[in-house]
Nanobody, 117 residues
Framework: QVQLVESGGGLVQPGGSLRLSCATSGSIFSFKSMGWYRQAPGKQRELVATIRSSGIADYANSVKGRCTISRDIAKNTVYLQMNDLKPENTAVYYC???????????WGQGTQVTVSS
């Protein structure tokens, strides 16, 4: 059973930074990619960033230059560093792991990020 455990969310002022963590119960290389998605109230879940097993990262245009996805292979953990946060970045952030099996992926429970003064 794959488990993804997120942490690092919280309340931050506009312009501030947060680092989210996603620890997986298995090896990162068990997955084709891992990534972060977010869902704001009343909106659909959207992609923030992904990192492939090769280490190549992809970002949504809206976060390029302000977010960095990275990983610690030894800790089986993926991170999302978010800088210059804005109120519109307020959302529940979910970790995702895309399996090598077509159509199979896993989700964490989500971590709340609130950007407010």
């Amino acid at each position: 059973q794959v488990q993804l455990v997120e942490s690092g969310g919280g309340l931050v002022q506009p312009g501030g930074s947060l680092r989210l963590s996603c620890a997986t119960s298995g090896s990162i290389f068990s997955f084709k990619s891992m990534g972060w998605y977010r869902q704001a109230p009343g909106k659909q879940r959207e992609l923030v960033a992904t990192i492939r097993s090769s280490g190549i990262a992809d970002y949504a245009n809206s976060v390029k230059g302000r977010c960095t996805i990275s990983r610690d292979i030894a800790k089986n953990t993926v991170y999302l560093q978010m800088n210059d946060l804005k109120p519109e970045n307020t959302a529940v952030y979910y970790c995702n792991a895309d399996s090598w099996v077509v159509g199979l992926d896993y989700w964490g429970q989500g971590t709340q990020v609130t950007v407010s003064s």
